[in-house]
C-alpha cells in the first residue's frame, strides 16, 4: 500500500481572465476591423458583455409580441424552443413540459379569434419569486426571470402563484439533456428568455428567430432600457399591453393587437 | 481527516478504458489548475462557478462544468461516448471508487452536445442499450493517512 | 381539581401492540408509496402541471390546520382559564404535536426534491409565506413541547398559563400562515381572499376539536378508564358552535364572491356546475360536514347518545377533507383566467378544467402521515402522563348532565 504525501492547497478562485480576455478582444477587434468604425468597435462591446463580466440591471431584457402577425396555424417558435432546450415530449400531454404554447382567445361576444405565443412574461415584480421559500425562483438584474435549480425543492408553489401558467414541472426523469439547458427531475422551470443565448451575445431567442424565419415577425427580442433598441422605438410608438396588467407586475413580454 | 485517493486500478478495466481528455489547458498545466489541485478540490471551483452562473450571469469556460464534459469525455476508439451510468465516464470512474453520490447529471449533460445530438437521431435511439450502474467495484487502494 | 391524576396507560396489552403495528405498517407502507413517486417521478400521481398540489395536500393541510386546533382544549384551561378542560390539555398539546409532525412530512415527501429537505431548512426567501411556515411550523412544535413541560413538571406549573398564552398566540399566527398560503395567491379566481386567513383559523378549531374527541374517546374506551358525560357534554357543544362557525365563514366568503360579477366564474364552478367538486361541496362540506353533525350535536333526542358525538366528529372530519378538496384541487382546477371575458385554448389546457383523481400512492402517503401522528400519540400516552386516571364526573366533581 502506497501512501501520497498529504498536500495541502489553499483555494483561491481567481480565474484565468487573461486567456479569455484575449480570446475576446481578438473577436472584437476582428468585428471593428472589418467595420473600419470606431463608433462600431463600442457598439459591439455594448451588445456581447466579456464573459467574466456579471449581467447588469442597465439593460432590461423584454419582449414583443404582435398578434397581428402571429398565425393561428403557425407554432414555429414553439417547435423552435423544445428544439433549442430539448424539451423532448413524453407522450404525457398534462405532464410534459411546455415553455411555450400557442394561445387562442377568443371574444364570446364578436367571435374574433386572437393567436398568440403565450410565456413567461419576465416580470419585474414576479409571484413566483416572492412566494418561492427557498429562494431558488429569482429575477436576474437584467430582467429575467429564472429557477436556480440547484436550489429548488420542487414545492410548486411558484406554479400556484404565476398568474401565467408559464411553469412546468419535471414529473420523471430525463436524460440526454442539452449542455446549455440543464433540467431534471423533481424541479419546476420555464422559458429562459434563452439565457444562454443572451448571456453569447446572440441578442435574441430561438422563437423570435423561427418566427422572423417564417416570415412572421410576431417576435421580437430586445433590451426595454435602452430607447435606441428597437423594441423600446416600438412599444414607444405603437405601444403594447401587459397581459394581467391588473396585477401591477410590469411584464417584460409586451403584446401587440390585442 | 485528510484522505488520499489513488486512481490506478481502481475501477473495473482501470483508467485505460477511459478516452483521453481532448487537450491541455495551457502551457503550464494540464487541466485547469495543477492536476493534484483538481483531484481533491475540482467541486469546489466548480460549486463557486455555478452560482456565478446562474446568479451573475458570468459565463467564463475555465470552471465551467460544460468546458470539463467537452474537453475530458471524449469518444472511444469505436466513437461512442460514456455516459455517467457507465465505469468508463471520467467522472463516474473516481466518484463510484471513492464512492461519492453526486446529483449534477440528473440534470446537466454528461457529455458533450455532439455525443448528444447524435443519441437523439432516432436510429442511434433505437439502439441504444445503456448499461446498468457497475456491478463490479473494488475498493482496495483507498488510503487514510490521518 | 388537584385530586386529578395523571399516568401513563398499560401497553403490555395485546390490543396496544396490534394498534401499533398496524399504525407503523400504515406508515411504512406510506413511506414506500412516497419513495416510489420520488424514484419515478411525480407521473405516476394524478398530479400535473395543472392541478399542481393534490391529494397529499389536502391531507397535510387538514393535519397542520387541526394540530393548531386540537390545542384550543389546552388553551381554554390555560389562556382563558376554563379549570374543567384542564384535565384534558397535556393530550390536547401531545395531539397538536402528533397532528402537526404526521402533516409536515406527508408535505416533505410529496416534494419534488426531498432530499434537499435540508436546502428549505437552511436557505430562506423571507417574502415567501412558505418560508414563514417553516419557522412557524418548528417554532410550534417548539413552544407547544415547553407548554407541556410546564404543565407536567410540577415545579414548573406556576408559568403553565404564560406557556398556555404564548401557544396560543403562535397557533394563531400559525394557522393565519397557513390560511394565507391561498389568501395570498393573487392571480387564482379561487384564492385571493383575505377571509382564508379566518377561515382557516375557525376550520381548525372545528377539525382539530374533532379529531381531540375521536382520540380521547378512543383512548378512554380501549383503556377502559371512566369518561364522564359531564365534560362530554362541554366538547359536544363547544364543537357545535366551531361547526357553525366555519358554516359562517363559508357562507361570508361566497355570498361576497357570488356579489362581484368577476369571480361568477369560479363560484359557478363550484357550486353548480364542477362535477365533483360540486356534489364535494354541497353534499360532503355542507350535508355531512356541517348539517348532519349540527343536528347530532343540538337536536333531541340525537344528541344523548355518546356514540353520536363520535359520530359527528367523525363526519366533521370527513366533511373538513371535502372542503380542503375543494379548495385545494377545485381552486386549481378552475382554468386560471388570462383574458377575463374571453374563451382561451391551448395545447397547455388553457381554459379547460384541470383533471385530476388521486393516485393509489397519493392516498397512502396521505394515510402514512396520519398513521404517523397516531404513533405519536400512542407511543406518548404509554411513556408519559398525558391521560387523567378517570375523566368521570365525580373525578372532575362536575355536575351530572340533568337535560
Not at chain 1, 419585474?124 to 427557498?134: I, Q
Not at chain 3, 404526521?102 to 428549505?120: F, K
Not at chain 3, 389568501?183 to 376539536?209: E, K
Amino acid at each position: 500500500m502506497s501512501t501520497e504525501p498529504v498536500m495541502r492547497y489553499t483555494l483561491d478562485i481567481t480565474e484565468d481572465i487573461s486567456v479569455e480576455r484575449r480570446n475576446f478582444t481578438q473577436g472584437i477587434a476582428a468585428l471593428a476591423g472589418l467595420t473600419l468604425a470606431p463608433g462600431v468597435f463600442l457598439y459591439c462591446a455594448a451588445e456581447a458583455k466579456p464573459d467574466d463580466q456579471a449581467v447588469s440591471s442597465q439593460q432590461r431584457w423584454g419582449m414583443l409580441v404582435n398578434t397581428n402577425n402571429c398565425q393561428e396555424d403557425c407554432d414555429a417558435c414553439v417547435s423552435a424552443c423544445n428544439e433549442e432546450n430539448g424539451l423532448w415530449s413524453l407522450g404525457r400531454p398534462a405532464t410534459d413540459a411546455q415553455w411555450i404554447r400557442k394561445l387562442n382567445v377568443k371574444d364570446r361576444q364578436t367571435g374574433h379569434v386572437t393567436s398568440m405565443p403565450m410565456m413567461c412574461q419576465h416580470c419585474e415584480h414576479p409571484p413566483c419569486v416572492d412566494v418561492c421559500p427557498t429562494g431558488a425562483s429569482f429575477r436576474r438584474v437584467d430582467g429575467i426571470v429564472l429557477v436556480n435549480k440547484h436550489t429548488c425543492i420542487g414545492c410548486r408553489y411558484c406554479m400556484m402563484a404565476c398568474p401565467y401558467k408559464a411553469r412546468s414541472f419535471i414529473h420523471e426523469p430525463l436524460q440526454d439533456q442539452l449542455p446549455h439547458s440543464p433540467r431534471g427531475k423533481g424541479c419546476v422551470e420555464s422559458c429562459t428568455l434563452c439565457v444562454h443565448k443572451v448571456d453569447r451575445g446572440d441578442n435574441n431567442t430561438a422563437c423570435a428567430e423561427a418566427c422572423a424565419k417564417e416570415g412572421h415577425q410576431a417576435l421580437l427580442f430586445g433590451d426595454l432600457n435602452d430607447p435606441e433598441s428597437e423594441i423600446s422605438k416600438r412599444l414607444e410608438q405603437f405601444g403594447g399591453t401587459q397581459i394581467r396588467a391588473d396585477l401591477g407586475l410590469n411584464t417584460g413580454v409586451r403584446y401587440q393587437g390585442i | 481527516m485528510a484522505c488520499s485517493v489513488l486512481l490506478s486500478g481502481a475501477v473495473s478495466g482501470g483508467p485505460e478504458d477511459i478516452p483521453p481528455p481532448k487537450g491541455v489547458y495551457s502551457e503550464d498545466t494540464l487541466c485547469v489548475e495543477p492536476v493534484e489541485v483538481m483531484r481533491r478540490q475540482h467541486f469546489d471551483y466548480i460549486l463557486d462557478h455555478r452560482d456565478r452562473t446562474v446568479v451573475e450571469g458570468i459565463r467564463t469556460k475555465q470552471y465551467s462544468l460544460i468546458g470539463c464534459i467537452d474537453c475530458h469525455i471524449t469518444p472511444n476508439a469505436q466513437g461512442e461516448y460514456a455516459r455517467y451510468s457507465q465505469d468508463t465516464h471520467f467522472c463516474a470512474s473516481c466518484h463510484l471508487f471513492t464512492a461519492v453520490n453526486i446529483d449534477c447529471f440528473q440534470c446537466h449533460a454528461d457529455r458533450p452536445e455532439e455525443a448528444i445530438r447524435k443519441a437523439q437521431e432516432p436510429d442511434v435511439k433505437a439502439q441504444q442499450s445503456v448499461p446498468e450502474l457497475h456491478e463490479t467495484l473494488q475498493f482496495s487502494t483507498i488510503t487514510f493517512d490521518r | 381539581m388537584e385530586t386529578v391524576r395523571f399516568s401513563t396507560i398499560d401497553a403490555r396489552s395485546a390490543q396496544y401492540w396490534v394498534l401499533l403495528g398496524l399504525l407503523a405498517f400504515g406508515a411504512l407502507v406510506g413511506y414506500l408509496a412516497a419513495h416510489h413517486m420520488d424514484v419515478e417521478g411525480h407521473h405516476i400521481t394524478g398530479m400535473n402541471n395543472q392541478i399542481v398540489w393534490g391529494f397529499p395536500h389536502v391531507v397535510a393541510v387538514f393535519l397542520i390546520v387541526a394540530a393548531s386546533g386540537a390545542l384550543n382544549v389546552a388553551s381554554i384551561s390555560s389562556v382563558f382559564g376554563k379549570i374543567d378542560y384542564k384535565p384534558l390539555a397535556r393530550l390536547s398539546a401531545l395531539l397538536a404535536i402528533a397532528l402537526l409532525v404526521g402533516g409536515l412530512i406527508i408535505l416533505v415527501l410529496d416534494l419534488g426534491r426531498p432530499d434537499r429537505l435540508i436546502v428549505a431548512m437552511t436557505v430562506y426567501n423571507f417574502k415567501s409565506i412558505f418560508a414563514w411556515n417553516i419557522f412557524l411550523y418548528v417554532g410550534f412544535i417548539f413552544i407547544t413541547a415547553v407548554y407541556l413541560w410546564m404543565m407536567m413538571e410540577r415545579k414548573m406549573n406556576r408559568f403553565t398559563r404564560s406557556a398556555g398564552f404564548a401557544a396560543f398566540i403562535w397557533r394563531l399566527i400559525l394557522t393565519t400562515g397557513t390560511g394565507s398560503i391561498f389568501g395570498f395567491l393573487v392571480a387564482r379566481q379561487a384564492y385571493d381572499a383575505a377571509i382564508m386567513a379566518p377561515l382557516f383559523i375557525i376550520m381548525s378549531f372545528s377539525f382539530g376539536l374533532a379529531v381531540f374527541i375521536l382520540v380521547l374517546q378512543a383512548s378512554y374506551a380501549w383503556t377502559r378508564r371512566q369518561l364522564g358525560d359531564a365534560i362530554m357534554d362541554k366538547l359536544r357543544v363547544l364543537l357545535g358552535i366551531f361547526i357553525a362557525a366555519v358554516f359562517y365563514f363559508v357562507l361570508v366568503y361566497h355570498l361576497t364572491n357570488l356579489y362581484a360579477t368577476e369571480h361568477h366564474g369560479v363560484e359557478r364552478f363550484i357550486l353548480v356546475d364542477g362535477g365533483i367538486y360540486t356534489f364535494l361541496f354541497w353534499v360532503a362540506q355542507i350535508f355531512i360536514g356541517s348539517v348532519v353533525p349540527l343536528a347530532l350535536i343540538f337536536v333531541k333526542p340525537l344528541n344523548q347518545s355518546r356514540h353520536m358525538i363520535s359520530l359527528a366528529a367523525l363526519l366533521v372530519i370527513a366533511g373538513g377533507l371535502a372542503q380542503l378538496y375543494v379548495i385545494i384541487i377545485g381552486g386549481q382546477a378552475y382554468p386560471l383566467v388570462l383574458f377575463p371575458g374571453m374563451e382561451e385554448s391551448s395545447s397547455f389546457f388553457d381554459g379547460v378544467v384541470g383533471q385530476y383523481a388521486p393516485s393509489i400512492f397519493e392516498i397512502l402517503l396521505g394515510v402514512g402521515g396520519v398513521c404517523v401522528a397516531l404513533i405519536i400519540v400512542t407511543v406518548g400516552i404509554a411513556i408519559l402522563e398525558f391521560l387523567p386516571e378517570s375523566l368521570s364526573d365525580k373525578a372532575l366533581r362536575l355536575d351530572p348532565v340533568t337535560s
